[in-house]
């Protein structure tokens, strides 16, 4: 995992860019985020595992902040928890802010010392998961759903942080390759 930067202040404080290649990427994530919420909403819905599934939505938007900086993840994070709270039934937002958070928390450049790009991805990983989780767990309580909070936090949060910690470097693979990707066809334009 590269060093978590934003890309504006490698483009002379530009956020948003009116580069072509800024256009293009906007074009390709909307639909990227939309078919991954929807690979989560609708197959890995399924897939149980103890209790754990996958976050695909949140793993996708951890890893692209660690290849592309927390500026990059908290667009993707904000897109991507919009599909995936238009595809639930819960509160319109929740999902966008525990996504927010945890991207800006994945994004800090606390335990670079740790070891190896991959412990760092890991721990990284299985620590956003369960700030992520809290986050919409306090959202949905404070919505007025009700919550056994040692049951969830036990049952699904604990299991979820491991699987996604153990899910993302298979997910760092493919962005890797699309920010490889990118940066070449920008340079190209």
Do not use: C
Not at 14 to 31: F, K, S
Not at 49 to 62: E, Y
Not at 118 to 146: C, D, I, P, R
């Amino acid at each position: 995992m590269r060093q978590f930067r934003s890309r504006s202040s490698d483009e002379g404080g530009q956020v948003g860019g009116t580069e072509r290649g800024y256009a293009i990427e906007v074009y390709l994530t909307v639909p990227l985020l939309t078919g991954v919420a929807l690979i989560q909403s609708v197959l890995l819905t399924k897939l149980d595992l103890w209790g754990a599934r996958p976050d695909l939505v949140l793993l996708v938007v951890l890893v692209w902040a660690g290849v592309r900086g927390v500026g990059e993840g908290a667009v993707w994070a904000f897109i991507g928890g919009l599909v995936v709270d238009l595809l639930s039934g819960g509160p319109l937002g929740a999902t966008v802010l525990a996504l927010l958070t945890a991207t800006f928390l994945a994004g800090q450049p606390w335990g670079r010392g740790l070891g190896s790009p991959t412990v760092l991805l890991l721990l990284s990983t299985f620590f956003a998961t369960v700030v992520f989780h809290v986050v919409l767990l306090l959202v949905l309580a404070w919505t007025g759903y009700g919550l056994d909070w040692v049951g969830v936090i036990l049952r699904v949060v604990g299991p979820s942080a491991l699987l996604n910690a153990l899910l993302a470097p298979f997910v760092q693979r493919p962005l890797i390759w699309l920010d490889r990707s990118l940066r070449r066809e920008r340079f190209a334009l």
